[in-house]
Nanobody, 114 residues
Framework: QVQLVESGGGLVQPGGSLRLSCTAS????????MAWYRQVPGKQRELVAT???????NYADSVKGRFTTSRDNAKNTMYLQMNSLKPEDTAVYYC????????WGQGTQVTVSS
């Protein structure tokens, strides 16, 4: 079973940027669509962005134009570049496939606050 480890979160002021990474213990190239999710306590996990092996991306309306995802299959890693962060982006961020077939990692906390 592929293990996922998210990193790169932290505390940032509104308008700031962060780059999250998701490193898998095995190959992610066999998963055509990978995804980023986020979750706020007491709420359901939200799909934030997806990316195919071909590099096609899709984003939730709430992050469109501010977030960019990419993947490096050779490194078994995917990334989420987050710009113009807002307080409402505060959440724990996770990666998985778009069908969430892999075991969830521990996530990485992103806090946007002044």
């Amino acid at each position: 079973q592929v293990q996922l480890v998210e990193s790169g979160g932290g505390l940032v002021q509104p308008g700031g940027s962060l780059r999250l990474s998701c490193t898998a213990s095995g190959s992610i190239s066999r998963f055509y669509v990978m995804a980023w999710y986020r979750q706020v306590p007491g709420k359901q996990r939200e799909l934030v962005a997806t990316i195919t092996n071909s590099g096609w991306t899709n984003y939730a309306d709430s992050v469109k134009g501010r977030f960019t995802t990419s993947r490096d299959n050779a490194k078994n890693t995917m990334y989420l570049q987050m710009n113009s962060l807002k307080p409402e982006d505060t959440a724990v961020y996770y990666c998985n496939t778009n069908q969430a077939v892999l075991q969830w990692g521990q996530g990485t906390q992103v806090t946007v606050s002044s």
